[in-house]
Every structure is written in C-alpha cells, then in structure tokens.
C-alpha cells in the first residue's frame, strides 16, 4: 500500500485514480476533484478545502479529519 503523509495539493485533479494508498495528514486545496475516480483508500487527519474531493470514489474510509465549508 502506498503511502502519502505531510502533503499539500491543490490544482485539478492531483491524484486522480489513485487506489490503494494511505493518505495522512495531507491538505487538499483548491481544485476541484482531488481524487476523483480513487478506489481503497485510507485517510487520516485529512483537509479537504475545495468541492468534490471524492468524486466517483470507491472503498474510502475517512477518519478524523475535516471537510471546510467548499468541499461538498
């Protein structure tokens, strides 16, 4: 399993597709559908800042993190 951790992304898409992966501390910024079409996923202490970070998403668990008022 990948892993992503202390991370910042923003733009369109950054990791579209990814699958099978950790994310960890990690801040989504603006841009629209960071990880669109992701699948087996794992996400602790993550900020989503802009809309539809999990767009078409399957088999995503999300543990204390935060969705600020953009993302939906």
Known sequence: ???????YFDGE??????????????????GESPLKNAHDLELNKVI???????????HVK???SIWETMSR
Do not use: C, S
Request: glycine letters at 6%; hydrophobic letters at 30%; proline letters at 5%.
């Open 1 to 7: 399993m990948k892993e992503i951790t202390d991370q």
């Open 13 to 30: 898409r950054p990791l579209f597709g990814e699958h099978d992966a950790k994310i960890t501390r990690t801040t989504f910024g603006k």
């Open 48 to 58: 989503f800042q802009w809309k539809y970070p999990l767009w078409y998403d399957q």
């Open 62 to 64: 999300v543990n204390d």
